[in-house]
C-alpha cells in the first residue's frame, strides 16, 4: 500500500496519560480499518510514541504497519488522568510535536491533553476545547486560547482537540471520517454501538461559578443568588445586596464573574432546570414556573441556547 493511501495516526504516551484512552482509540482505528475491507484504498496505521529517560524525543514503542516509512499524518495527546501536565514536564515534548506539526501533520488533543499541546504555543489565538472544569487554569496558562467549552470537539484543520476524557471517541471518529470517509466512519460507529460525534460538551456541563475572585462584595451577591435560585435579579436588589452603587456593581459583577448578571442567573436557573428534567415528574411548564420563568416559552428558548438541546429532548437523553 503506498504512503498515501496508508495514513499514520501517532498517540503520544507520557507521565500519567490514561491508557485506557490510548487503548481505546487504538482499538477503535483498527475497527474503522476492519469493516473498511482487506481491499480498501485506505487505511490508518496506529503507534504509540514514549520519551525515554535518556532520549531527547519520543520513538516509536508500537506501530501496527511497522515495515512502512511514511511520518505521522495526524499526532494525538489523549488525556492525563488526575491533574494536567506541569510545563516543565510538558516542554520535553514541545520540539517533537512543532516539528510533526511544520512537517505537515495535524495536532489533537483530548481533555487535559490540550495541556501539553498548550505549551507549544500553537494554540494560540485558535478555538480549542478542554474539559469545562479546567476553565480557569487553561485560561490562566494559556491566556491567548479561545476556548469554545460548549463544544465536545473542535476540528479546527490542523489542530483538533477533544473536551472529557470520553471524548476521544469523538475525536476518534471524526479522523476515520477525514482519513477514510463518513461511510467508513458511520460503520464504524454503529459496530461500535457508539454515537458519531454530533454531540456537545455543554449537554453534559453544569454551571460552576467562578467564586476565587476576591470580590467580597460580588461573591456575598453570588451566594445569595445560589440561596435563592437567582429569582429574585432585580438590578437594584442585586446592588443593595452587594453595597453597591448600580454602575459599579455591574462592572465589577461581570469582571469578577466573566458574565453579566443576567447571563448568571440565566445559568442558575438553567442549571436546577437540568437538575428537575433528571429526577422530577414535573410537567416543563411546571419546571420553568419552579426555576424563575412566568413565560414557559421563555424558559425554553433560554434552556436551548445554554445546553443545546430543548428541554423535552435534554429529559428524553438524560432521565434517571
Same mark, same amino acid.
Given at each position: 500500500?503506498?504512503?498515501?493511501?496508508? *495514513?499514520?495516526?501517532?498517540?503520544?504516551?507520557?507521565?500519567? @496519560?490514561?491508557?485506557?484512552?490510548?487503548?481505546?482509540? &487504538?482499538?477503535?482505528?483498527?475497527?474503522?480499518?476492519?469493516?473498511?475491507?482487506?481491499?480498501?484504498?485506505?487505511?490508518?496505521?496506529?503507534?504509540?510514541?514514549?520519551?525515554?529517560?535518556?532520549?531527547?524525543?519520543? &520513538?516509536?514503542?508500537? #506501530? $501496527?504497519?511497522? %515495515?512502512?516509512?511514511?511520518?505521522?499524518?495526524? +499526532?494525538?495527546?489523549?488525556?492525563?488522568?488526575?491533574?494536567?501536565? %506541569?510545563? !516543565?514536564?510538558?516542554?520535553?515534548?514541545?520540539?517533537?510535536? !512543532?516539528?510533526?506539526?511544520?512537517?505537515?501533520?495535524?495536532?489533537?488533543?483530548?481533555?487535559?491533553?490540550?495541556? @501539553?499541546?498548550?505549551?507549544?504555543?500553537?494554540?494560540?489565538?485558535?478555538?480549542?476545547?478542554?474539559?469545562?472544569?479546567?476553565?480557569?487554569?487553561?485560561?490562566?496558562?494559556?491566556?491567548?486560547?479561545?476556548?469554545?467549552?460548549?463544544?465536545? &470537539?473542535?476540528?479546527?484543520? #490542523?489542530?483538533? $482537540?477533544?473536551?472529557?476524557?470520553?471524548?476521544?471517541?469523538?475525536?476518534?471518529?471524526?479522523?476515520?471520517?477525514?482519513?477514510?470517509?463518513?461511510?467508513?466512519?458511520?460503520? $464504524?460507529?454503529?459496530?461500535?454501538?457508539? #454515537?458519531?460525534?454530533?454531540?456537545?460538551?455543554?449537554?453534559?456541563?453544569?454551571?460552576?461559578?467562578?467564586?476565587?475572585?476576591?470580590?467580597?462584595?460580588?461573591?456575598? +451577591?453570588?451566594?445569595?443568588? /445560589?440561596?435563592?435560585?437567582?429569582?429574585?435579579?432585580?438590578?437594584?436588589?442585586?446592588?443593595?445586596?452587594?453595597?453597591?452603587?448600580?454602575?459599579?456593581?455591574?462592572?465589577?459583577?461581570?469582571?469578577?464573574?466573566?458574565?453579566?448578571?443576567?447571563?448568571?442567573?440565566?445559568?442558575?436557573?438553567?442549571? *436546577?432546570?437540568?437538575?428537575?428534567?433528571? $429526577?422530577?415528574? /414535573?410537567?416543563?411548564?411546571?419546571?420553568?414556573?419552579?426555576?424563575?420563568?412566568?413565560?414557559?416559552?421563555?424558559? *425554553?428558548? @433560554?434552556? &436551548?441556547?445554554?445546553?443545546?438541546?430543548?428541554?423535552?429532548?435534554?429529559? !428524553?437523553?438524560?432521565?434517571?
Amino acid at each position: 500500500m503506498s504512503d498515501d493511501a496508508l *495514513r499514520e495516526i501517532g498517540l503520544l504516551i507520557y507521565p500519567g @496519560v490514561q491508557m485506557a484512552a490510548v487503548l481505546g482509540m &487504538t482499538d477503535l482505528f483498527e475497527t474503522a480499518n476492519f469493516v473498511s475491507g482487506a481491499g480498501a484504498a485506505r487505511s490508518i496505521r496506529i503507534s504509540h510514541w514514549q520519551l525515554a529517560a535518556d532520549e531527547d524525543q519520543p &520513538t516509536r514503542i508500537f #506501530d $501496527t504497519v511497522p %515495515s512502512a516509512a511514511n511520518k505521522p499524518a495526524v +499526532v494525538i495527546v489523549p488525556p492525563a488522568l488526575g491533574t494536567p501536565i %506541569s510545563p !516543565k514536564v510538558a516542554q520535553r515534548y514541545v520540539p517533537w510535536l !512543532k516539528h510533526h506539526h511544520a512537517a505537515g501533520a495535524a495536532l489533537g488533543s483530548i481533555c487535559t491533553g490540550s495541556f @501539553v499541546l498548550g505549551e507549544t504555543g500553537l494554540l494560540d489565538n485558535r478555538r480549542i476545547t478542554t474539559h469545562w472544569t479546567f476553565d480557569e487554569q487553561m485560561r490562566a496558562r494559556f491566556p491567548k486560547v479561545s476556548l469554545d467549552l460548549d463544544q465536545l &470537539t473542535v476540528d479546527d484543520g #490542523d489542530i483538533i $482537540t477533544g473536551g472529557g476524557a470520553m471524548s476521544w471517541i469523538d475525536v476518534s471518529l471524526r479522523l476515520v471520517d477525514r482519513l477514510l470517509g463518513t461511510a467508513i466512519m458511520i460503520k $464504524t460507529a454503529k459496530a461500535l454501538l457508539v #454515537d458519531p460525534p454530533h454531540r456537545e460538551q455543554r449537554y453534559y456541563s453544569t454551571f460552576a461559578p467562578r467564586l476565587n475572585h476576591g470580590d467580597a462584595a460580588i461573591l456575598k +451577591v453570588q451566594h445569595w443568588l /445560589q440561596k435563592t435560585g437567582a429569582k429574585e435579579a432585580d438590578l437594584k436588589r442585586l446592588a443593595e445586596v452587594a453595597g453597591l452603587e448600580g454602575r459599579t456593581f455591574l462592572r465589577r459583577f461581570k469582571k469578577a464573574t466573566g458574565l453579566t448578571t443576567t447571563e448568571y442567573f440565566q445559568r442558575i436557573r438553567v442549571s *436546577r432546570a437540568q437538575d428537575l428534567l433528571q $429526577t422530577g415528574t /414535573q410537567s416543563l411548564d411546571q419546571i420553568a414556573w419552579q426555576v424563575g420563568y412566568g413565560d414557559p416559552g421563555a424558559f *425554553r428558548k @433560554v434552556f &436551548t441556547r445554554i445546553i443545546g438541546l430543548s428541554p423535552g429532548d435534554y429529559r !428524553k437523553r438524560f432521565r434517571v
